[in-house]
């Protein structure tokens, strides 16, 4: 098994896809710039996407997964990893057929953002702490899981993460058992044959634990082999992968002096130039009314949301999700980031939750004002008692100057080629607060967080790493014992740069740009 550390240098990409059920067209036509108001029916064309272009390593990746390779990507917050997911899905669906690809992620909001599906829903594991055999059992009993496992040939996982060493060893002995039936137990292939492609940052956010460990010191040598919990501690994580790959060049940032800071955040390093950087963005002021705020906790998003929101004292809109499918998978709707219910009014803040058009800066992360709630032809929007008011959509100013009549659009849960479940709703959230945890991949130009409410390794990092540049961050609580990261995720990420875990001025990790391992047969 091979495992590199480099650099890729072609821009970020967002994607965006607006899919329906199979012959239903209703919900497919597109909702892009129909603003009568605004442009006087003379809508702008949007611009042609241009040409993707892949950079010398990411066709390296490429050409491995074509191979029939299984690969671990991984890399820090805002190094196009989302980007190369989307190229292979797409490149795997060509030669496999979308049948056989399988997307899943560890969460509601990284699965609804691949229009795939959670991890344990594909897997038919269901929630609950139990053996692999009893897990494989739950399995074998659910028909169309078992269907799945059997004629899946290429399997994305997301936010790995926040998987921990026992469902992953538990996933691969069920792939295992079920589709080398016919084999004998030393001669059954790892994860079955199956093809498996896994993304995510293990210094980001880690799996749920019952108990917190953040902060506790580093686990003596005597005990280093207690509990596993992440999934590259499972006995059958390096005979899962042909390469394992980290892209180490940031995108998100264009500060030099920011993305070292950020690098040196996510391994829990820091100095006093980093510490006075930080200190800068503490000034005790107000921060930028537009300036989102993150939260370790939901509940305090819910409070934060609701109290400025009835503050404006105006009338309150109410957008009801428009759902179809069956009811376990539009439960996994409501574990994304779609609201099921949302409510809005003049002068709210609200954030964009799609990509509609990244060419005009609306994207994921995009944030703006409620200006306007404005009637539209409920034949033409199609609302269908969308809205508590009627036929009314939101007309939003977002930051960048842009307004924009926010039309409904749809997220889809995909189950192989097969749509499963479909939600319609316009594609906003209240953004005055944010959970941390609902934060992930998303790019923010201002953002303020109270970091002494952080409680767990990564949470620093994942908070800071949304930002653009220093100018849009707001600071409170800042506490240098907070920034940690987890010594095994440490020891794990030393064998891409070869045992050293400096970072250098060019925001590359130093040391060895390959390490090579023999992967079992």
């Not at 990261?485 to 001025?505: C, M, Q, R, T, W």
Request: charged content about 25%; glycine content about 8%.
């Amino acid at each position: 098994m091979k495992l590199f550390s480099f650099a890729i240098t072609a821009c970020r990409h967002y994607s965006s896809q607006s899919a329906a059920f199979n012959n239903k067209k209703k919900w497919a036509k597109p909702f892009f710039f129909k603003n009568k108001k605004k442009y006087g029916g003379n809508a702008p064309k949007t611009p042609r996407t241009p040409k993707i272009k892949l950079t010398d390593e990411q066709n390296q990746v490429m050409d491995a997964v074509c191979n029939g390779q299984s690969v671990f990507i991984t890399g820090s917050a805002g190094t196009g990893k989302t980007f190369l997911v989307e190229q292979i899905i797409t490149k795997l669906e060509r030669i496999h057929g979308r049948s056989t690809v399988y997307v899943t992620a560890s969460t509601g909001v990284a699965a609804c953002a691949l229009n795939g599906q959670t991890l344990h829903c594909f897997a038919g594991i269901g929630l609950g702490d139990v053996d692999r055999e009893q897990l494989l059992d739950r399995v074998l009993l659910d028909r169309s899981a078992r269907y799945r496992w059997r004629k899946v040939k290429a399997l994305f996982i997301d936010e790995i993460s926040m998987v921990d060493a026992n469902l992953f060893e538990s996933l691969e002995y069920i792939a295992r058992m079920i589709r080398d039936k016919e084999e004998s137990v030393s001669e059954k292939k790892v994860w079955g044959g199956i093809q498996l492609i896994v993304s995510g940052d293990f210094f980001q956010l880690p799996p749920v634990r019952r108990k917190s460990f953040f902060l506790k010191p580093t686990v003596s040598k005597k005990k280093k082999k207690g509990k596993k919990e992440y999934a590259f501690e499972a006995d059958c994580w390096d005979a899962s992968f042909d390469i394992q790959i980290e892209l180490t060049m940031v995108f998100r940032q264009s500060d030099s002096l920011l993305i070292q800071l950020l690098q040196g955040i996510r391994k829990g390093v820091h100095d006093s130039d980093g510490l006075d950087l930080l200190e800068g963005c503490c000034s005790g002021y107000e921060p930028d009314p537009s300036a989102v705020r993150l939260f370790p906790m939901i509940a305090d998003v819910n409070k934060v949301n609701k109290e400025k929101l009835e503050s404006l004292n105006e009338e309150i809109y109410v957008y009801n999700a428009q759902d179809l499918g069956e009811e376990k998978w539009v439960r996994q709707l409501n574990s994304g980031i779609v609201p099921d219910s949302l409510e809005l009014c003049v002068g709210a803040r609200v954030m964009l939750i799609k990509n509609i058009n990244p060419w005009r800066k609306l994207v994921n992360g995009a944030t703006g004002t409620v200006i306007e709630l404005c009637k539209v032809s409920e034949k033409e929007y199609e609302m269908n008692d969308m809205c508590s008011h009627g036929s009314v959509l939101p007309l939003v100013k977002f930051d960048f100057g842009l307004e924009l009549v926010v039309e409904p659009e749809i997220w889809v849960v995909m189950d192989g080629d097969n749509v499963v479940a479909r939600r319609r709703q316009v594609p906003l959230i209240l953004a005055w607060g944010l959970s941390i945890h609902k934060c992930q991949g998303m790019t923010l130009d201002k953002l303020h967080t109270d970091l002494s409410r952080v409680f767990d390794f990564g949470m620093v990092y994942v908070a800071l790493s949304r930002v653009r540049s220093l100018n849009g961050l707001y600071l409170s609580g800042l506490d240098p014992k907070k920034i940690k990261a987890h010594p095994k995720v440490l020891e794990f990420y030393n064998k891409f740069n070869g045992g050293s875990n400096e970072i250098d001025g060019d925001n590359s990790l130093s040391g060895s740009n390959e390490t090579t391992t023999h992967k079992p047969k």
